[in-house]
């Protein structure tokens, strides 16, 4: 079973940076596509960005590319979010997912998922 462990998360002022960690238990971490999704009060989920197995490519929702970057270390079974230039929309619980799924195909099906870390951008 594999476990997925959030931090990170905190209080930021607008403009602001963080970087969000999903630490992922289990020795088939590096077989996995990661990713982050986020969930805002009262509003759907919405995916955040994805990374390959390989961390050779990596897709994220078009209103965040540029100020949200993902990577991954698979040595310490690591997969990161820094996020820039922070705004008061991207308020949300970010959640971290692991799965065996074709991201490169456009296929997000993740098969894990943690449980989440608070964001919270002040203006």
């Known amino acids: 079973q594999v476990q997925l462990v959030e931090s990170g998360g905190g209080l930021v002022q607008a403009g602001g940076s963080l970087r969000l960690s999903c630490a992922a238990s289990?020795?088939?971490?590096?077989?996995?596509?990661m990713g982050w999704y986020r969930q805002a009060p009262g509003k759907e989920r919405e995916f955040v960005a994805t990374?390959?197995?390989?961390?050779?490519?990596?897709y994220y929702a078009d209103s965040l590319k540029g100020r949200f970057t993902i990577s991954r270390d698979n040595a310490k079974n690591t997969v990161y979010l820094q996020m820039n230039s922070l705004k008061p929309e991207d308020t949300a619980v970010y959640y971290c997912?692991?799965?065996?799924?074709?991201?490169?195909?456009?296929?997000?099906?993740?098969?894990?998922w943690g449980q989440g870390t608070q964001v919270t951008v002040s203006s």
């Open positions: 990374i390959t197995w390989s961390g050779g490519s990596t």
């Open positions: 997912v692991a799965g065996y799924t074709n991201v490169d195909s456009g296929e997000y099906d993740y098969d894990y």
């Open positions: 289990g020795p088939t971490f590096s077989s996995f596509a």
